[in-house]
Each structure stands twice: as C-alpha cells, then as structure tokens.
C-alpha cells in the first residue's frame, strides 16, 4: 500500500522520525540518571508503546480508557496523571484486581481519605503544583503531611508537572521552571520521608523539562508524551526541530482559487483540531503548515487559514494553485500532535517514504 | 441508569429538546413548503436521523464514512456536501452499486468528467456560492453550462450552502444572506434548464437561513443540521434559545481553588473542543457554559476559562468552590455542538431527567 492509496484525511506517521524522537529522550533522561515514564495521551498507542517501554515498563496516561487499554496490552506499572475521583477511584480498583498496578493521583484531603478506606488495592501520588497554577498543593502546603497522613501505606509518592513550561519562550526561563520543578517534587518528597512517609516515587516532568540538563537529585522520573511525536508548537518552543515532526495529516486538495492562491483541503477542523498554539510564537502557522505529498516543505510558508468541519483553506506562500489537481495530495503539520491525532483511529507508518509499511491503531474517548 | 451512575466526561442528549428541535425545523421547512434534508455531521447517529426523517428519507452528510453508515442504517437517499475526489467518487460508486443514491458535489470541470465518464452510477449536483467563498462557483459563472454539459445525464441539480450566515448579527443582515442563497440557487438551476439540462434538485441551507420565512421559488429542499442540538453560538445568533441546547457534557469536578473561585473539571480540549466562537457574540461563554449537574443554569456565568487536553479550568460567577465535591458533576452546554459531539463515541438519552432511558451510538472518523 502507498501513501496515494489512503483515503483521506488520514494520519500518517513516520517511524524513523519517531524512532529519532524517542532516541533523544531516552539519552536525555539516561544521562539524568532517572527513569523515563512515557505519557502515551498523545500517542495513545500500544505499537508506540512498546517503542517508547521496550522492556513493558511504567507509563503515564491520561484516562481510565487509556489505563484499560494499556494494561490489556501488557503494560501494569501506569501512573493516572488526572486528578481521581470516587468513581474513578472504582473503576481503577477493578482494573488492578485484573492484574493492573495504576496508581492515582490526587491533592485533596477527602479524596485522600476515600482512597485510604477504598476495599481495593489502589496507591496513590500526592500533586504538588510547582509553578503552573492548575493543580496540587505547593511543596510547602501545611495540608501536605495530613493527607499523606490519611494515605498511610497506600502513598505512592510525589507528582508534579511543569506544563507552563510550554509558554516559556527562552532558554534561561525554561531552565529555571525545569529547577523549580525538580526541586518543589523533591522538597515535597522530603518533608514526607522526614515525617515517617516512604516516598518511593518522586515523578516530575513534561517534553521540555525533560530535556534540561543538571541536578535531579530527589527525583526517580520523569513523563513526557508529546516529544514522541512533535508538533508546530514544540519546535517553536525549541523542544525539537521542524524536521522532527513524525506525525503529518495527509489530505485532498477538493476546490482551488487561483485568483486568490488558495485550495480548499478535506481537512478541517475535526481533522486537524482548532487548536492555534502557534498563535502566539515566532512562526503563526494558522491551523498547521502545508507541506507536499513526501512530508517535505517545498510549499515554504503555505498555512491553513481557516477550518470548517471539513474544509481546511490553504494560503500557498510558494506554488500554484492552479498546479494542485482536485484530488492531488498535501500534508500539514499539526500545531499540537495531541488534538490533531484525536480525531484519527489509526496511524499509517511509513519509515521516510511513501510505502504504507504498518497500521497501527490507536483509542479514543474515555 | 441514572446520570450520576456515567463515567465522565460524556454527552448527554435531551431527547425532549430534541423532539422540539426537530419539530420546530420541520414545521419552519413545511411552511416554505419545500423538502427537508438534514445534514447528519452535528449528530453522526442513525438513532437520531431516524426521527430527523422518519421516512427513512434524504439526508446530507459530509463523510465517505457517514455515508457508508447512513445507507447501513437504510438511508439510501444521500447528498455527499463535501465537494468530491476522483479517489472519494470511487468510493461512493461502490456505495450505490450496494444500493446507496448518494449523490456528490462539485464545482470543478475536471472533476465533471470524471464523474461522466466513471464507470459507476454517480450522479453530482454542481456547487454554487451564494457570498460565502468557501467553495463553488457564481451563480453568473460561464463555468456553469461547460460542467453542466460534461455532467450530462448525471447532472442532479444545484448545491449552494450560505455559511456565512453564522456570521450575521441581525435579522436583516440573516434575511439578506437568506434571499441571496434561495435566488443565486434558483438563478443557477434556471440557467441549466434554459441550456436544456433537466435540473431536478435545487439544495440550499444551513440552520440560521433555513428558519427565515419567505419566497422559496425555485427551491427545492434545505439542509439544516446543526438545528438539531443546537449550541451557545447559535443561541447567540438567534437560531434557537439557550434552553433548547439539547446536548451538553457531563463532567466531574476534579479540583477546586476556593481562594479563586475556580473549580477543576475532567472534561477538557478532547471532550469540549477548543472551539471559541461566542467570542465573537454578546455572551463569550468560554470554552463553554457552566450548568449544574441538572443541566440548569443555576451557577450564572459560570464558565470554562482555559483547557488543557483533559482538563477544564471552571470560573465559577455564582456558587462557591467549596461547595463542589471532588466527583461532583457539573454539565457544560458548548460553543459549538459538531465539535465537542465529535470525539464522543454515543449519547446517553434522557427525557429531561436524570434517567438513562438510552444509549445511542455516534460514528467518527472518515
């Protein structure tokens, strides 16, 4: 099968890229000396699973769907990185008495209490919010020793995660949120082991933090996701290259506008998302970049403009409208892998080329 | 089942609304005294087109993939309104020879004899613009009678579609948009019969222009979809009121920031979209409106400021955060309903209450 036969949209991934991806992350987070919790929310993947945990190892996800369908592939050592809830408490106490190790994650003295008094075996992460403003206590949080107190032996250990990492815009000022995540995790991990707790797991960590160099003392890991695949926002942020992007809409061209350099693609906003992270970086790339048939960037700047549902509508920068057939090929990079891989039910591989060489499955809902 | 029984996030249908969704669309397109056509891509269910078109009449989609489901579900009358490939033609020539009449759109000569001369049974409507400029020719266009002609004796009719409706802010800039659709349709198809050409389907709509009475000479059906659930921004807009949104999202609370008022919900981008179009109307909502776990409007204001991926960031105008539980529900009526019903697998039905009295199966994909 080649790239030509798919229908489309579809989702096209680039396992040599991906390999490359997961390569550089593993190095990075092997020199740190701590160990790698993949986040599988972006790729939702058990094929990219097993790239990214060869040995079956611990990974991260975002959803009860996702810890179901993980475990079912083998993997048990999941960390639920969305704050629990009573029912979904349940629901994970299920899964680990069929053979699942998942532990959850919570920063709310009642909700610890519930996962104390819980009949099922289930271990818990106590959130620390280390800058970001979204979730969890701060490192020095008088409540931080009663609920680990109503935890007891069912504390896991400690989880942060510097997601405001992503609106850093410069070197300096993401070393130091990549610091402050360390050191808050660590503090925190510490003022519990100084109270009598153990704290086995200290887990920070998202793709850009990831890849600081310097001290993790304190720390035993580290979760990012979207790294495996990239996208427009990360290489803005300096997380990878543009040529790092692995994962590419491929999409028809069904109208044109010559007059006005436009055509009109059977990607849109379900295909694409309406996400705009690029808004508010160096590069606008509208609702992604248009790259031709092979991935490469021969169209320069050419960008969505707009999204219906169905339609995309292309502004070429370099090109002919009048040179795109109706029917004839482009792919666009995604501003963030995350949403645009959403919409799809299956990767299409290709290593560099245009052969078909897998069709991976992926999941969705919840 | 009870509401409180579901995993969240989910969608949650009133069938009531929905009923008088229906009925209000049905009565509106019988008054023009033309025929209704829904357009499926809001509801992507056979549970719901079945009693859009209790016929088992024509429906509108904009998928090979919806297509494929509707003619399953023994709609065989369908307009593909997503302008065709010669790669996606195939695919509905072997619908047809299933037994599907799915005819398909376009605006473009060479794909008008790709049409005539394709060895399957397909028969296409060429598209028209009536101001949007998205997609379809002049209605004046000397393109008209060259594609008409390499149609030939597959010509259906005309296809037009004022999507720029959504962008009206007053009845009289709608009803103008309205006028315009309905005679630049009219005017097309009349060109085609003077040439010679039979001429038999004359399709215009889109839920805000589909409402707005008058001179309907010439036409021959509408396609509203998005009229079945509704959303805030057509509420905005004025298709519907904000008590007929017959969709919302059921989500739980997952944190709480009383000091800000803030609550932390389990429904995020995935589950809500990064849709934002009341930002453009009287009443941003957000990334959606806050409603108790009744679906009322009891908490104000309340709104989603910000998502992340599975996170929704809850403003809250009235209530106190405190007040919420971790596992509380809350509902979100969205910004737009075709993007935040798309990454939902199926509606949980109820009649108003908090009783499941369904489950119904949504498609996705392409």
Redesign the interface.
Known sequence: MKLDDL????LVLDRRRLARNLERMASAVATLGIALRPHM?TAKSADVARLARPDGGGLTV???AEAEYFLAHGFADIILG???????LD?VARLNAAGGQIKVV???A??AAAIARHPGAVAALIEIDCGEG??GLDADDPLLGPIADQLGDRLAGIFAHA?HSYAARDSVTLTAIAMRERQDAARAAQRLRDAGHECPIVSIGSSPTALIPGDVTGITEIRPGVYMFGDLFQAEIGTHGRDDIAVTVLT?????RPAEQRL?I?AG???L????STETTAHDCGFGLVLDAGGEPSLGASRIVRV????G?VQLDHGNAEGF???SRVRIAPNHT??TS????RYYVVDGGDDVVAVWPRI???
């Not at 998302?273 to 705009?276: F, L, P, T, Y």
């Open positions: 229908p489309t949209p579809c929310k975002s959803t009860i969305t704050a629990i809830t009573p029912q979904k629901q919570t920063d709310d009642g909700m979204r979730s997601g028809s061209v069904i109208g044109r009109l059977d906003a379900l295909a998302s309406r996400d705009r219906w549902q169905e339609h509508l057939a109706i029917g995350c949403l959403a919409a799809h039910d969705h809902g919840w």
